[in-house]
T-cell receptor, first 111, second 115 residues
Framework: EDQVTQSPEALRLQEGESSSLNCSYTVSGLRGLFWYRQDPGKGPEFLFTLYSAGEEKEKERLKATLTKKESFLHITAPKPEDSATYLCAGGTTSGTYKYIFGTGTRLKVLA | DAGVIQSPRHEVTEMGQEVTLRCKPISGHDYLFWYRQTMMRGLELLIYFNNNVPIDDSGMPEDRFSAKMPNASFSTLKIQPSEPRDSAVYFC?????????????FGDGTRLSIL
C-alpha cells in the first residue's frame, strides 16, 4: 500500500537551532515528492518538488533532499516565523492517480 | 495573480441542513481537487476533476456528498444532509498539467461545523 509517513509529529526548537524533518515514503512509481508549509487557518503553501534521488532544493533557511526511500527538510538557523506545519506528499500515476499526503510535522521555533 | 478562492471561510449549521462549499480555481489550471482535513486523518482527497469532468470520486465518504464543476472557473461541494461527523476543514486546490509531478495550489479552506 502506498504510504507517506512523517516524523517527528511535533518539534520544538530554539531560534538558531538547526534540525531536520523526515518524510519516509513507500510509493510505487513516484513521480514527484512535494513539500508544503501550512500556517494555522491557511491552506498548504507549496515549497518544493523533488523528482529524483540525489536532488536537492533550497529556499532561504530550508533545504529539501531526496533519497530512494525518504526525503528530508533541513531547517538551518530557524526563526520564529518558520513555525508552521510542514507536509510532504508523494505523487504517482502507478495504477490510478494518487497524491498521498503525510500527516505533517508541527514545528514551533521559540525566540 | 489571484490564488484559489473558497467561500465561505466559516460555516456553522445544524445537523440535517444542506451545506454548499464553493471554489474558484486559478485561471488556466485544468485540474481541481477537493480535500478534507481533520486532526485524526490529515488531508484526504475527496474528488478531483480534469477539464471540468470528475475523474475519481472514490474518496467521497458517502452519497450525502456530491461535487460539480459546471465550468472551468467554478466548483461546488455539497453535503446533504449534513452530520456532526462532517465537521472539518475543506480545501480546494488546483494544478496545471501532469498532476503526479506538478504542485497543487490550495485555497484557505472552509471551516465547517455541524451542530
Amino acid at each position: 500500500e502506498d504510504q507517506v509517513t512523517q516524523s517527528p509529529e511535533a518539534l520544538r526548537l530554539q531560534e538558531g537551532e538547526s534540525s531536520s524533518l523526515n518524510c519516509s515514503y513507500t510509493v510505487s512509481g513516484l513521480r514527484g515528492l512535494f513539500w508544503y508549509r501550512q500556517d494555522p487557518g491557511k491552506g498548504p503553501e507549496f515549497l518544493f518538488t523533488l523528482y529524483s534521488a540525489g536532488e536537492e532544493k533550497e529556499k532561504e533557511r530550508l533545504k529539501a533532499t531526496l533519497t530512494k526511500k525518504e526525503s528530508f527538510l533541513h531547517i538551518t538557523a530557524p526563526k520564529p516565523e518558520d513555525s508552521a506545519t510542514y507536509l510532504c506528499a508523494g505523487g504517482t500515476t502507478s495504477g490510478t492517480y494518487k497524491y498521498i499526503f503525510g500527516t505533517g510535522t508541527r514545528l514551533k521555533v521559540l525566540a | 495573480d489571484a490564488g484559489v478562492i473558497q467561500s465561505p471561510r466559516h460555516e456553522v449549521t445544524e445537523m440535517g441542513q444542506e451545506v454548499t462549499l464553493r471554489c474558484k480555481p486559478i485561471s488556466g489550471h485544468d485540474y481541481l481537487f477537493w480535500y478534507r482535513q481533520t486532526m485524526m486523518r490529515g488531508l484526504e482527497l475527496l474528488i478531483y476533476f480534469n477539464n471540468n469532468v470528475p475523474i475519481d470520486d472514490s474518496g467521497m465518504p458517502e452519497d450525502r456528498f456530491s461535487a460539480k464543476m459546471p465550468n472551468a472557473s467554478f466548483s461546488t461541494l455539497k453535503i446533504q444532509p449534513s452530520e456532526p461527523r462532517d465537521s472539518a476543514v475543506y480545501f480546494c486546490a488546483s494544478s496545471l498539467g501532469d498532476i503526479s509531478n506538478q504542485p497543487q495550489h490550495f485555497g484557505d479552506g472552509t471551516r465547517l461545523s455541524i451542530l
